[in-house]
């Protein structure tokens, strides 16, 4: 079973880097999609910090939601699995394993930081004046 097992870490780390990608052009969409009110902040006043603050926090808040709805559906499922399939037939499924919950917590992470990074850039570059004029 070797081979076998090595191939399938394998196949679950290109899982994983895929997943993580697909997370940070997510973040990323979804801040092209605010830059016009980035711009109205930051011409009002706003710090660039504050900004990034607000929304690391609200894009924390939306994708740890999801990841602990997202756990907690699998365990339910699992529950079930085991309780009416494996369990009947002499199996015994674990309900809980942390290291595959430790490791599906990169995904929301990841997404933070990748947002944060591209908002910070973004920020850096950007002519707010020039953005708010371009929405005539």
């Known amino acids: 079973f070797g081979p076998f097992l090595m191939g399938l870490r394998v196949l679950a780390l290109l899982l994983i880097a895929v997943s993580l990608l697909v997370v940070g052009l997510l973040a990323h969409l979804t801040l092209r999609r605010r830059v016009d009110e980035?711009?109205?902040?930051?011409?009002?006043?706003?710090s660039p910090g504050a900004l990034l603050r607000r929304g690391g926090l609200e894009s924390a808040a939306?994708?740890?939601?999801?990841w602990a709805l997202g756990v907690g559906l699998a365990q339910l499922g699992l529950w079930s699995l085991g309780r009416w399939v494996m369990a009947p037939r002499g199996f015994a499924l674990?309900?809980?394993?942390?290291?595959?919950?430790?490791?599906?917590l990169l995904l929301p992470l990841t997404g933070v930081v990748v947002g944060?990074?591209?908002?910070?850039?973004r920020l850096?570059?950007?002519d707010p004046i020039r953005v708010i004029e371009r929405r005539r």
């Open 38 to 46: 980035l711009a109205l902040l930051l011409v009002v006043g706003q």
């Open 62 to 66: 939306v994708l740890l939601t999801g």
């Open 94 to 104: 674990p309900v809980f394993q942390a290291e595959p919950v430790a490791l599906s």
């Open 116 to 121: 944060l990074a591209l908002t910070r850039r």
């Open 124 to 126: 850096r570059r950007m």
